[in-house]
């Protein structure tokens, strides 16, 4: 038999620290689990235990680097999986922060580790850093009240990576449009600011009168070069003015409205939304979140500021006892499929159920609908890049052949 010193807490957050006597780590740690407390330490009384933190070497760009979602997932996997596995919280804390390659993620670790030490709660700690969700430290909090601290991380874990994938095949869908229409324009402004214009001023020299479709590009050529510096000024003062009006929280309300009602990409945003609130609610009722507090953590969570609104008017309206899918039937926001399902799911009580599969019928759409919509934004950039692009060309084809 081993004598082990530990650090644990409570089910109501107190610390409690103490000696176990114990054959291994394995079973002093199984023994404090019984006990339902949440280990922060662990050491052999006599060597200190084995520690798990040799560090990962951090390269140049992981001194830059901010760290995104998928290396917060990571790290809350790595924790799950060494709780899971008889690791002690402040152990499994540095053992992240040691192979975490990211500065600023490494530090972001440590200082949770450190007011672990200190006493506090991973949960209050989360809280405070900006890397983590509301929902993240909510679970957390949830998990160490309960003891199934590995298993909300792992949830919590799978909601941000879920949302990730969400936004990421949003940006996929909409990224190549975008990027062949702005280089198109760019190429097309060459020729009507570099090349039409020297043609032109060719014609000329050699007596020849220029063609009226020629003529008409040279015309908005020479204006487009007369008023090139206005025109700079203008769109950067637009975009300015733009940016402002959209952090002002009234009119950011406004326009995330609108922007849900935009044919097309309005209901693939709904849609969007819809699978995430879904798949997150039922992740939080699973782990034991009551609904007035999971809405509470999901009106943080929804990134368009309508849909935040209609969460926590929602959640004002369950407090006052009106039905979950009441609450959330605002015009415009969420789809009547998440609602009529979360409906019949109060009514048969298997609602974490219901949200799961919402979820899954959710992401399926969601999918087919940017495949949609990726085509059709392909088909609108091509009709506007051919037009203008191929104005220039015969406008430019037309001048070579009244010069020859």
């Given at each position: 038999m ?6 644990a ?6 610390t ?5 006597a114990?054959a ?6 199984t023994i ?11 050491r052999?009384a006599a ?9 990962e ?9 901010p760290?995104?979602s998928?290396?917060v997932e990571?790290?809350?996997?790595q ?26 993620l ?11 030490q ?5 949960a ?5 850093e900006r ?9 957390v909090?949830?998990?160490e ?6 298993q909300v ?8 990576r ?5 936004v990421?095949?949003?940006?996929t ?9 702005v ?6 402004g060459?020729?009507v600011?570099?090349v ?12 020849r ?5 020629t003529q ?10 007369t ?5 700079a000024i203008?769109l950067?003062a ?8 959209y ?5 950011r309300?406004?326009f ?11 209901p693939?945003?709904?849609t969007a939304?819809?699978a995430?609130?879904?798949r ?6 699973r782990s034991?979140?009551r ?5 509470g ?13 209609t969460?926590?008017t929602?959640?004002d ?6 039905p979950?899918?009441?609450s ?8 009547p499929m998440?609602?009529?399902m979360?409906?019949?799911?109060e009514q048969?009580?298997?609602?974490d ?6 979820a899954?019928?959710h ?12 085509m ?5 950039t ?21 010069a020859?």
């Amino acid at each position: 038999m081993a004598t082990f010193t530990f650090q644990a807490i409570d089910g109501s957050g107190r610390t409690s620290s103490g000696t176990l006597a114990a054959a291994s780590r394995d079973e002093a740690a199984t023994i404090l689990h019984a006990r339902n407390l949440i280990l922060m330490e662990l050491r052999e009384a006599a060597a200190g235990g084995a520690q798990l933190t040799d560090s990962e070497p951090i390269g140049l760009l992981g001194r830059f680097l901010p760290g995104g979602s998928a290396q917060v997932e990571l790290g809350l996997y790595q924790l799950a999986v060494m709780l899971r596995n008889g690791v002690n919280v402040l152990t499994a804390l540095r053992t992240v922060a040691a192979q975490s390659a990211i500065l600023r993620l490494r530090q972001v670790w440590q200082r949770i580790a450190r007011e672990v030490q200190a006493g506090g709660t991973m949960a209050a700690a989360m809280g405070r850093e900006r890397r983590f969700p509301a929902m993240v430290a909510h679970l957390v909090k949830v998990g160490e009240q309960t003891g199934e601290l590995d298993q909300v991380l792992e949830r919590a874990a799978a909601i941000m990576r879920k949302r990730r994938e969400i936004v990421s095949q949003q940006i996929t869908a909409l990224a190549y449009p975008v990027i062949v229409l702005v280089m198109s324009f760019a190429v097309a402004g060459w020729m009507v600011v570099g090349v039409i214009p020297a043609l032109a001023k060719f014609l000329r020299t050699i007596g020849r009168q220029l063609p009226p479709i020629t003529q008409a590009l040279i015309d908005v050529s020479g204006f487009i070069t007369t008023h090139l510096a206005l025109a700079a000024i203008v769109l950067v003062a637009a975009t300015v003015a733009l940016v402002a009006l959209y952090r002002f929280p009234p009119t950011r309300l406004q326009f995330d409205r609108c922007l849900l009602r935009v044919p097309v990409l309005g209901p693939a945003l709904r849609t969007a939304s819809s699978a995430l609130f879904a798949r997150a609610m039922a992740v939080l009722m699973r782990s034991g979140v009551r609904v007035v507090d999971g809405l509470g953590t999901m009106a943080e969570l929804m990134g368009n500021r309508w849909l935040s609104h209609t969460v926590s008017t929602g959640r004002d309206l369950v407090v006052r006892g009106a039905p979950l899918a009441q609450s959330l039937r605002a015009k415009g926001a969420f789809t009547p499929m998440l609602t009529g399902m979360i409906a019949i799911g109060e009514q048969s009580g298997s609602l974490d159920e219901v949200l799961d599969q919402l979820a899954a019928f959710h992401e399926l759409a969601l999918e087919q609908m940017l495949k949609r919509l990726s085509m059709v934004f392909e088909v609108l950039t091509l009709l506007a890049v051919g037009g203008v692009v191929g104005f220039v060309y015969i406008s430019f084809f037309v001048a070579l052949f009244a010069a020859g």
